[in-house]
């Protein structure tokens, strides 16, 4: 858990960089998936023995490996606001906060304009209250 904590406006002023991150995260995500299917795909064809230059494999698990590293630098980015990143699709991103002298995690969703809810840190997404009046200002 991130030791930094947001009020409201702290929060939601990371939000345009954190979809920006999301973004980066779901292409690299797509480009993963269909590489991925692809080396399958070769490697089937060497089960069946289908002649395959082995530089080939060695390729397209080193694009694998460097998407993956590219992927965990969106994701650092990401944690070193202090915000948590939860999940890539849908993107769900938790904000520390403290309310009634409690940490709580303001919750935010890809495709909300702003951070509306909260959870527990034990409830999870599925326990997201909705703020008040008062908790966002």
């Known amino acids: 858990m991130s030791n930094k904590h947001f009020n409201v406006k702290e929060a939601n002023e990371l939000i345009p960089l954190i979809n920006e991150e999301l973004c980066h995260l779901k292409n690299l995500q797509s480009d993963f998936d269909h590489k991925l299917q692809q080396l399958n795909r070769v490697k089937l064809q060497l089960k069946e023995h289908v002649q395959t230059e082995t530089s080939s494999l060695f390729l397209m698990e080193s694009e694998l490996e460097f ?3 590219q992927a965990q630098i969106h994701v650092t980015n990401i944690n070193n ?3 948590l990143l939860k999940g890539i699709d ?4 938790d904000f520390p906060s403290i309310k009634n002298n409690e940490t709580i995690l303001l919750c935010w969703k890809e495709g909300e304009s702003e951070i509306s ?5 034990t409830e999870g997404f599925a ?5 008040s ?4 200002a």
């Not at 849908?90 to 991103?93: A, E, W």
Request: a negative charge.
């Open 81 to 83: 606001t202090g915000a």
């Open 67 to 69: 998407l993956e590293i």
């Open 127 to 131: 326990g997201r209250k909705p703020l």
């Open 133 to 136: 009046d008062d908790d966002k």
């Open 117 to 121: 809810y909260y959870h527990s840190e």
């Open 90 to 93: 849908p993107g769900l991103v």
